[in-house]
T-cell receptor, first 115, second 110 residues
Framework: DTGVSQDPRHKITKRGQNVTFRCDPISEHNRLYWYRQTLGQGPEFLTYFQNEAQLEKSRLLSDRFSAERPKGSFSTLEIQRTEQGDSAMYLC?????????????FGPGTRLTVL | QQQVKQSPQSLIVQKGGISIINCAYENTAFDYFPWYQQFPGKGPALLIAIRPDVSEKKEGRFTISFNKSAKQFSLHIMDSQPGDSATYFCAAKNFNKFYFGSGTKLNVKP
């Protein structure tokens, strides 16, 4: 297992289009997080899953954003009717069940550009 | 309102010098304070972390100093190397949410 993977790594889309990103966490990590990172800023929390349950969702996540984690494995983040302000790096992180439950392992991110 | 404030925004250090990055927080419910290192095009990677019941933690060249009464913590990089050039983020955790600082871009000159 080489770590958290995200797909695609880059996405360019036109305003108004829908986009979907995928995150594959490290095997058996039951916690999964989505963050948004804009240039020159730290990651901002978007949402958090424990297994398949979405336990917390940031107010940053408007109705156009939805995330799922079917079967508690991979997760998808969908943005509907994209806006230029959605342009950012979308990061996924997972945490292990055992050991340090605080440590997060981040994926490489998906960079979204909305034209 | 930013939960964790980080400074400086950028830092230039000579090879072999000490790099110091500072963070401050207000929420006393935070119970875990990690530092992350991020290289361009990569996700953040955990560098070192501390709990509020400890005042200092050292791992190799990296040390966290934690001042609970002042609600401040800092990262010290001893013997800084050009390979340490990256962006560093402090963070704080409350329940299952992590709050990140705005980052410090470190440039270590050879």
């Amino acid at each position: 297992d080489t770590g958290v993977s995200q797909d695609p790594r880059h996405k360019i889309t036109k305003r108004g289009q829908n986009v979907t990103f995928r995150c594959d966490p490290i095997s058996e990590h039951n916690r999964l997080y989505w963050y948004r990172q804009t240039l020159g800023q730290g990651p901002e929390f978007l949402t958090y899953f424990q297994n398949e349950a979405q336990l917390e969702k940031s107010r940053l996540l408007s109705d156009r954003f939805s995330a799922e984690r079917p079967k508690g494995s991979f997760s998808t983040l969908e943005i509907q009717r994209t806006e230029q302000g959605d342009s950012a790096m979308y990061l996924c992180a997972s945490s292990p069940v055992a050991g340090s439950r605080n440590e997060q392992f981040f994926g490489p991110g998906t960079r979204l550009t909305v034209l | 309102q930013q939960q964790v404030k980080q400074s400086p925004q950028s830092l230039i250090v000579q090879k072999g010098g000490i790099s110091i990055i500072n963070c401050a927080y207000e929420n006393t419910a935070f119970d875990y304070f990690p530092w992350y290192q991020q290289f361009p095009g990569k996700g953040p990677a955990l560098l070192i972390a501390i709990r509020p019941d400890v005042s200092e933690k050292k791992e190799g060249r990296f040390t966290i100093s934690f001042n609970k009464s002042a609600k401040q913590f800092s990262l010290h990089i001893m013997d800084s190397q050009p390979g340490d050039s990256a962006t560093y983020f402090c963070a704080a955790k409350n329940f299952n949410k992590f709050y990140f600082g705005s980052g410090t871009k470190l440039n270590v000159k050879p």
